[in-house]
């Protein structure tokens, strides 16, 4: 007994330095056991609790830093194509630029970023990549990164797409325990990142990611880090590290970006104030306290880099302070500029032009306006249809911003194609003069399609099912359109416009065939003056104010559209008469995150006619210079023969996409990294000698091309198979 009462009296003395001793030890260690943890566990919560994470800030207002080291590594003369990218100095492959922006959000993933200074060593400071300033306005517990480009690895629908792992546990600074999870994806896409989070246990709130990723022509790695679990910043971004490879046509260029936040304002949601019945309530649809930009617009852009040591958040290094001191002294400064012969200028004039013929070029003209140009001589602008061979199209567009925000618009568009020899134009232009209420003149003109006289129509009647235009030998009139239109949003969604629709159509008399020269009617030439009247609605469309301009974003629900017009003969010279109406209800209906349905319904008829030979549609025409929904393939009949447009008096149409990254391509895992999208498309058609037409086509779209390849099935027993591609490298 006596023995037993000194070992208990020993082992109460020795519990206190046993307990010490495992608090050492367990406070001591880097990576506890990770078979005590499961990671399914773990990402349940993380799951759970990212929703809430997601607009747990409801605003902020920041400033943003980001230094960019530019190295070209390997160039040749195709990096003119690369928008974005300067002329490299002679001899000159690392350069240095530095942005101060103004950032406010808004959740959940509203951001308004607009840059309040810059300087650096690059020619005309261009070399920051839009694409990759995204990076910087990253809500990490959003379902996409990117505006839908990324699928986050932390969004419960999106886990079957990726494979988590346990790397490491260990204790922070607070002795509590935090996991770092890597994620892997099962299958290549683009969509898909892979890289790694450490996330806090009990508040599951994330402290840092890093994830690897390709954006089109570009290799990410970025590194995002968080602020600390229970301060404002918790939710928050504090710094990043991006590096970028950009690999194109063997060159290849890497960026350095490296960005801090400075925040002003961090307004958490429970904050919220909501307004109460005596604070004027605003429409739901207005969301311009979202987009507001709480900063004013009058700072000067800072392009002397001596006094651009204000804004830098972070330190300048002596390698890229070497950069601005090689900069100053070297041959392409100002002053040296300024000096420069006639030679020197003659070649610096030619460099202008070789720019502009190959690359995206923006010429802004002081208190003129800007006129961007889409590059003359790039080869991405060919499109190719088995049907209508290749095409070419050149894009212009001029934006001029007047006093209280009157905005006029024009917008050229050219295109020739190559199997029919044929040149197209058309011209859009846009005035609008009381932005508030959206009122404004538009104009439509162009050389539109040719188009042969519907006196054709009544040798048709008596035919078949198949019809061989080719034995017709018929007669295509000219046709130039030009419409002019009042603009008015009535109500929010609700536009009423009036104005007149004429064409004239001109073809030498002597090329009629004598078949359909019928009793001497026809002549060479056509006018047809209409009074129209269009009235369009969205509802449930949303909105916001820009100043005095109201900006139409997104709406839940389809855009319904009725056209009317009814042409006078002999109001303004008119030759004939006739009446058109055409009904269109068309819209993009988001299903989940990066998976869409477009849709489109219409029908139209012409009718009293009087000697006005032609059947021309405006929903249901053939359009040399397509402007598609996510492609200029969707929306449109792609085998249908561009004859069958003018051959019924009467149509009734629908067309379908089903766009989603992953249909079929992820079986096949080799060849799907190189896949932003798979499509789905259904076109159907009912009209005269057409009961009906159907189109069922399956396509893909990259970084670079959209592909699809379809089957059309005529009355049931005419069949073909087609293909359409279009060239999308940095049109997206």
């Known amino acids: 007994m ?102 406010h959000y808004t959740a959940p993933d509203i951001y308004d970023q607009r840059v309040k200074a810059i300087t650096g060593t690059t020619p005309r400071l261009k070399g920051s990549n839009p694409s990759v300033l995204r990076y910087f306005t990253i809500n990490i517990y959003s379902t996409s990164f990117l505006n839908t480009k990324l699928i986050s690895p932390i969004q419960k629908e999106f886990a079957k797409y990726y494979r988590y792992k346990i790397e490491q546990v260990y204790l922070d600074a607070n002795n509590k325990l935090e996991f770092k999870i890597s994620f892997v994806p099962k299958s290549q896409s683009y969509q898909l990142i892979e890289g790694y989070f450490i996330v806090s246990d009990d508040v599951w709130s994330i402290r840092e990611v890093s994830f690897y990723g390709r954006s089109e022509y570009l290799s990410v790695q970025c590194y995002i880090r968080l602020g600390e679990v229970g301060t404002s910043t918790e939710f928050l971004p504090l710094k990043h590290n991006i590096d970028v490879t950009f690999r194109f046509l063997w060159n290849k260029i890497r960026n350095v970006y490296q960005g801090a936040f400075k925040y002003d304002k961090i307004q958490p949601q429970l904050s919220v104030q909501f307004p109460t019945d005596t604070v004027e309530r605003k429409s739901k649809y207005n969301l311009t306290e979202s987009y507001s930009f709480q900063f004013p617009d009058t700072v000067k852009i800072e392009r002397e880099y001596d006094n651009f040591y204000k804004f830098r958040l972070l330190p300048l290094q002596a390698d890229e302070a070497q950069l601005y001191t090689n900069l100053r002294a070297s041959k392409d400064s100002i002053q040296i500029y300024k000096d420069v012969t006639k030679k020197n200028k003659s070649a610096i004039f030619w460099g202008e032009v070789g720019d502009f013929l190959v690359s995206n070029y923006t010429l802004n003209l002081y208190e003129v306006g800007s006129v961007k140009f889409s590059p003359i001589l790039n080869p991405f602008l060919l499109s190719y249809n088995g049907r209508d061979g290749i095409s070419y199209k050149l894009k212009i567009k001029y934006n001029r911003l007047f006093k209280n925000d009157r905005l006029l618009r024009i917008y050229p568009t050219l295109g020739y194609n190559f199997k029919y020899k044929e040149f197209y134009w058309k011209t859009f232009a846009h005035f609008n003069y009381w932005p508030q209420k959206r009122l404004g003149i538009e104009i439509n003109t162009g050389n539109g399609n040719r188009i042969y006289s519907s006196e054709v129509l009544d040798d048709l009647k008596g035919q078949t099912d198949t019809i061989d235009f080719k034995k017709l030998n018929l007669n295509y009139f000219k046709n130039l359109h030009f419409d002019v239109m009042h603009t008015w949003e009535v109500v929010n969604g609700l536009h009423f416009d009036i104005g007149l629709s004429a064409s004239r159509r001109v073809s030498p008399r002597n090329n009629l065939p004598d078949s359909l020269n019928l009793d001497g009617r026809f002549n060479g030439r056509y006018v047809s003056v209409a009074p129209r009247v269009r009235t369009t609605w969205t509802p449930g469309q949303y909105y916001y104010m820009n ?144 009961h009906p037409y159907m189109e069922v086509g399956y396509g893909i779209g990259t970084h670079i091309f959209d592909f699809g390849v379809f089957g059309a099935l005529a009355n049931w027993n005419n069949t073909k198979i087609g293909c359409k591609i279009t060239f999308e490298l940095f049109n997206r």
């Open 2 to 103: 006596r023995w037993l009462k000194y070992q208990v009296l020993f082992c109460v003395l020795l519990l206190p330095f046993t307990i010490q001793a495992q608090l050492q030890q367990y406070s001591s260690l880097e990576t506890p056991s990770l078979e005590s943890f499961c990671v399914d566990s773990i990402m349940n919560n993380v799951y759970f609790y990212a929703p809430y994470y997601k607009t747990a800030i409801a605003e902020y207002d920041a400033d943003l830093y980001v230094k960019t080291n530019i190295d070209i590594q390997r160039k040749n003369f195709l990096m003119r194509y690369i928008p974005q990218m300067f002329r490299p100095q002679k001899g000159v492959d690392k350069y240095v630029l530095e942005t101060y922006s103004d950032v």
């Open 547 to 690: 100043g005095y301009r109201k900006i139409n974003l997104y709406s839940k629900y389809p855009t319904f559209i009725i056209d009317w017009e009814r042409g006078i003969k002999g109001f303004m010279g008119a030759t004939g008469s006739h009446e058109r109406l055409e009904m269109n209800i068309q819209h993009k209906l988001a299903l989940t995150m990066m998976k869409n349905l477009y849709y489109r319904f219409g029908g139209g008829v012409f009718s009293n006619q009087d000697q006005m030979y032609f059947v021309d549609f405006v929903y249901f025409a053939k359009n040399n210079l397509p402007e598609g929904w996510n492609d200029d393939i969707g929306g449109t009949f792609q085998l249908l023969g561009r004859e069958w447009f003018n051959a019924s008096q009467w149509y009734l149409r629908a067309n379908f996409v089903y766009e989603s990254p992953f249909i079929l391509l992820p079986h096949i895992k080799k060849y799907t990294r190189s896949v932003i999208n798979e499509r789905l498309y259904l076109n159907l058609l009912v009209m005269n000698q057409m």
